[in-house]
């Protein structure tokens, strides 16, 4: 609790202290990364970002968001550690929840790969759905919660570009389009540096006002400076104008070559790790060595009292083939009974319930005589010649049959002859 007392949330700018930012060291420097490395891959990302967003049709705020929590993220955590790449695109997704105009990650990662073609130069390719999407999706989702436990959910970036209309209203020059414009490119510039974590909003809106001024070469008050009234200071205003102007100095390197110079350092950690693992020792029981350990077959005898344990052995039977058959004859004679046993129980069961069937049925026959009579008186002629037809066509079939059977015979004993 020595380096996290307490939590303060606010919602102004998050201004990170003077000991974190450069020129003292970053965890990607302390991790021996060079400066213009660190800063070309921080341009690099916020270019990535803005034109993503641009692609993407999001609006200038969720640009502005994404790149300052790009910014305070590697003030946090390493290149060497976290994939740029993936970063941004998690900012990016970030960026467009907080400001209301939430993308789906899908559209993020197939923007991200057609910027990635079209600044390699190579052919332009739909990106495959295929395990490595889902990988990156994976990625991508986790590296967006890593980015909100990083800043502790506090995510809120209050935007300097309205207060520059605001203070050339002051300054009765907002009729000015071109000065208008102008600083607000300049505004829109500035955010792939570092100053919004050094500087408050007005004092960015004053510092870019001022330098679009200059270059417009359009007076403004100066004995005393007209940024005093807004809280501003000369040195900060100076420190501004320089870092924005720095950027159209400096070419960053190409990606490929960031990206091999990362995976030095990133080789050079791994290497370190496995050196250092035997010399620390290993923690984890699937890390410990197993030692194997060859007893030899000797007999030890111990002065130790025995106790002995009586057991009824069974007795061997010595048995002949005659006995053994006479055997098998008693079961099979026993299992016989039962079956007959079982066999009349059922048989009588069921005369039982036919024999109740028929007492049933006759006891209806009785109850209703009338009915009965009448249908047998009706329907008897009917009846009669019924079975006269079908003792007639019994006996027509029974006489075909044994004439055939004759002819079969006789065939067979003539080709036996």
């Known amino acids: 609790m020595s380096e996290f007392g307490h939590i303060v949330l606010t919602l102004s700018n998050v201004l ?3 000991e974190k930012l450069y020129p003292n060291p970053t965890p990607s420097t302390i991790e021996g990364l060079p400066w213009d490395v660190e ?4 341009l690099i990302g916020c270019e990535l970002i803005q034109t993503a967003c641009l692609l993407l049709k999001l609006p ?7 790149q300052v929590l790009f910014h305070r993220y590697f003030y946090s955590s390493s290149f060497i550690r976290r994939p740029m790449e993936i970063v941004a695109m998690a900012c990016t997704n970030l960026a467009a929840k907080i400001e209301e105009n939430a993308r789906r990650i899908r559209d993020i990662i197939n923007v991200f790969h057609h910027i990635k073609q079209v600044r390699s130069g190579s052919m332009i390719q739909p990106l495959l759905i295929d395990q490595g999407y889902v990988d990156k999706k994976n990625e991508v989702i986790k590296a967006e919660r890593r980015l909100l436990k990083e800043l502790g959910f506090c995510v809120y970036v209050k935007h300097p570009h309205k207060m520059i209309t605001m203070y050339l209203k002051v300054l009765e020059k907002e009729r000015e389009q071109v000065l208008v414009q102008t600083s607000w490119n300049y505004m829109n510039d500035s955010l792939r540096t570092d100053i919004f974590l050094r500087f408050t909003p007005e004092t960015i809106a004053c510092a870019c006002i001022d330098l679009a001024a200059r270059i417009l070469q359009i007076p403004l008050p100066k004995n005393p400076p007209w940024y005093l009234i807004f809280g501003a200071q000369p040195e900060e205003i100076r420190y501004i104008m320089i870092a924005i102007l720095r950027l159209y100095n400096h070419r960053p390197k190409p990606l490929d070559e960031l990206e091999k110079i990362l995976n030095t350092f ?3 950690r791994e290497d370190e790790r496995k050196k250092l693992r035997p010399e620390l020792g290993c923690d984890s029981p699937a890390q410990q060595p197993t030692i194997q350990i060859s007893i030899p077959s000797t007999v030890i005898s111990f002065s130790t009292p025995t106790i002995i344990v009586q ?6 039977i010595t048995t002949t083939t005659d006995e053994i058959i006479n055997t098998m004859a008693i079961i099979n004679g026993k299992l016989t009974q039962k079956l007959d046993q079982g066999s009349s129980r059922e048989s009588s069961t069921v005369n039982n319930h036919r024999h109740h069937h028929r007492h049933h049925h006759r006891r209806k026959r009785s ?12 329907r008897s002629p009917i009846h009669h010649s019924q079975k006269k037809k079908k003792i007639s066509h019994r006996s027509r079939s029974r006489s075909r049959s ?7 015979h006789q065939k067979d004993k003539r080709h036996h002859s």
């Open 16 to 18: 990170l202290p003077p």
């Open 39 to 42: 800063y070309d891959l921080r």
């Open 60 to 66: 200038q705020t969720a640009v502005a968001t994404g």
């Open 266 to 268: 990133r080789e050079k």
């Open 311 to 316: 057991q009824e052995v069974p007795s061997v």
């Open 367 to 378: 109850s209703s005589p009338s009915r009965s009579s009448s249908q047998s008186l009706s």
């Open 402 to 408: 044994s004439s055939r059977k004759r002819h079969r």
